[in-house]
């Protein structure tokens, strides 16, 4: 086979997955020469070998083995990294699949742009395109930056990654959750050129699995256990207060609310989640000061609901609930009106993410 110019690492932990139909995606509808890593994470080889059917014995698809009995995606696809020698590296979710021509419309961008990443459109799985990064003017596909471009709303690396620029970085392994954030924000916070085939052929996000299971709230600290590796990085400690408002505003918009709603729906469990929560609060507002100034009235109201010790769960998650209704008032103005039009402020995210969604249409 050719030397591929992208390696693909699809990470799949049960023989429930769909690991043919990911796979098959990458392979069947690829031009440019690309090698598709599967880890078998926790589950003998023997078994996604089997469900790969046909596809196990194409030359551009490895089946590699990681045995570390942690339930995170975080080392087998840290292990499809260190494995991959293209000069691009790519991700997949074992449910997920790429539309026909995706890593050959983000290669084309890459070589117009020399981007050092390519944020691939993601389709949802009701079929809308994901909104989210809200870039500026919601059609902005390169030269993108960080704060400008809200980049820090995109969680997960999907698309391509410059191996030569950032092939040493590593998800964060012995997490239960968040263990890409790290990760895509130091790609999108110190890559010098970023695009967006905001165009292209969609990475495709399925909901169909037939293992998922649900599990009671974890500690609070488990899920913001990514916090103390982002203080850690050296260009976070350098980075401006702007660029440090505009990750943690997304961090409470997106991971916060969550973490309430599933931690106080009963008056206990209020109790007993309130301090650390409102604790939380004050480290995002002391790792960017000001920020929570930029937050709608929609959500001050929850923070305010939280604070008050006769508050009930009823009223609190009637508030966490009113912040979705996207085009009232309380959820587009935040408390000062002077700040409406800040890049941050939720009148210009929600806008730009409206703009994205109606283009891709």
Same mark, same amino acid.
């Given at each position: 086979?050719?030397?591929?110019?992208?390696?693909?690492?699809?990470?799949?932990?049960?023989?429930?997955?769909?690991?043919?139909?990911?796979?098959?995606?990458?392979?069947?509808?690829?031009?440019?020469?690309?090698?598709?890593?599967?880890?078998?994470?926790?589950?003998?080889?023997?078994?996604?070998?089997?469900?790969?059917?046909?596809?196990?014995?194409?030359?551009?698809?490895?089946?590699?083995?990681?045995?570390?009995?942690?339930?995170?995606?975080?080392?087998?696809?840290?292990?499809?990294?260190?494995?991959?020698?293209?000069?691009?590296?790519?991700?997949?979710?074992?449910?997920?699949?790429?539309?026909?021509?995706?890593?050959?419309?983000?290669?084309?961008?890459?070589?117009?742009?020399?981007?050092?990443?390519?944020?691939?459109?993601?389709?949802?799985?009701?079929?809308?395109?994901?909104?989210?990064?809200?870039?500026?003017?919601?059609?902005?596909?390169?030269?993108?930056?960080?704060?400008?471009?809200?980049?820090?709303?995109?969680? &997960?690396? !999907?698309?391509?990654? +410059? $191996? =030569?620029? /950032?092939?040493? #970085? %590593?998800?964060?392994? @012995?997490? *239960?959750?968040?263990?890409?954030?790290?990760?895509?924000?130091?790609?999108?916070?110190?890559?010098?050129?970023?695009?967006?085939?905001?165009?292209?052929?969609?990475?495709?996000?399925?909901?169909?699995?037939?293992?998922?299971?649900?599990?009671?709230?974890?500690?609070?600290?488990?899920?913001?256990?990514?916090?103390?590796?982002?203080?850690?990085?050296?260009?976070?400690?350098?980075?401006?207060?702007?660029?440090?408002?505009?990750?943690?505003?997304?961090?409470?918009?997106?991971?916060?609310?969550?973490?309430?709603?599933?931690?106080?729906?009963?008056?206990?469990?209020?109790?007993?989640?309130?301090?650390?929560?409102?604790?939380?609060?004050?480290?995002?507002?002391?790792?960017?000061?000001?920020?929570? &100034?930029? !937050?709608?009235?929609? +959500? $001050? =109201?929850? /923070?305010?609901? #939280? %604070?008050?010790?006769? @508050?009930? *769960?009823?009223?609190?998650?009637?508030?966490?609930?009113?912040?979705?209704?996207?085009?009232?008032?309380?959820?587009?103005?935040?408390?000062?009106?002077?700040?409406?039009?800040?890049?941050?402020?939720?009148?210009?995210?929600?806008?730009?993410?409206?703009?994205?969604?109606?283009?891709?249409?």
């Amino acid at each position: 086979m050719l030397e591929p110019r992208v390696d693909v690492t699809i990470a799949v932990h049960s023989a429930e997955r769909p690991i043919a139909r990911a796979a098959a995606s990458v392979l069947e509808h690829t031009a440019a020469p690309v090698r598709v890593n599967v880890v078998a994470h926790n589950i003998d080889p023997e078994i996604i070998r089997a469900n790969l059917g046909a596809l196990a014995d194409d030359p551009r698809l490895r089946l590699l083995e990681l045995r570390d009995g942690i339930p995170s995606p975080a080392g087998p696809m840290n292990h499809g990294f260190a494995s991959s020698t293209a000069p691009f590296i790519s991700v997949m979710g074992s449910d997920d699949e790429l539309a026909p021509g995706a890593i050959d419309s983000w290669l084309a961008l890459q070589e117009e742009t020399g981007a050092e990443a390519v944020l691939a459109r993601i389709q949802l799985a009701d079929g809308r395109t994901d909104p989210y990064p809200p870039v500026r003017g919601g059609r902005r596909t390169r030269g993108l930056d960080g704060r400008r471009d809200r980049l820090a709303y995109r969680s &997960a690396p !999907l698309g391509l990654i +410059d $191996r =030569a620029r /950032f092939g040493e #970085l %590593r998800l964060t392994e @012995g997490l *239960p959750s968040g263990e890409d954030l790290a990760y895509s924000l130091t790609v999108w916070f110190t890559g010098e050129r970023i695009a967006y085939d905001l165009a292209g052929p969609a990475y495709v996000i399925n909901d169909d699995a037939g293992d998922r299971v649900t599990s009671a709230p974890r500690p609070l600290a488990q899920d913001f256990a990514f916090l103390d590796e982002i203080e850690a990085f050296p260009w976070f400690a350098a980075a401006s207060a702007a660029e440090r408002t505009a990750i943690v505003v997304k961090l409470i918009r997106i991971h916060v609310f969550d973490a309430i709603l599933t931690r106080c729906g009963t008056g206990q469990d209020l109790a007993a989640n309130r301090e650390e929560l409102l604790a939380l609060l004050d480290r995002f507002e002391r790792l960017a000061p000001g920020s929570r &100034a930029l !937050l709608s009235r929609a +959500d $001050r =109201a929850v /923070f305010d609901a #939280l %604070r008050d010790p006769a @508050g009930s *769960p009823e009223e609190l998650l009637r508030r966490v609930s009113a912040r979705h209704a996207y085009l009232s008032l309380p959820t587009l103005l935040p408390r000062n009106v002077l700040r409406v039009f800040h890049a941050q402020a939720p009148f210009r995210t929600l806008f730009a993410g409206y703009r994205i969604m109606r283009s891709a249409r």
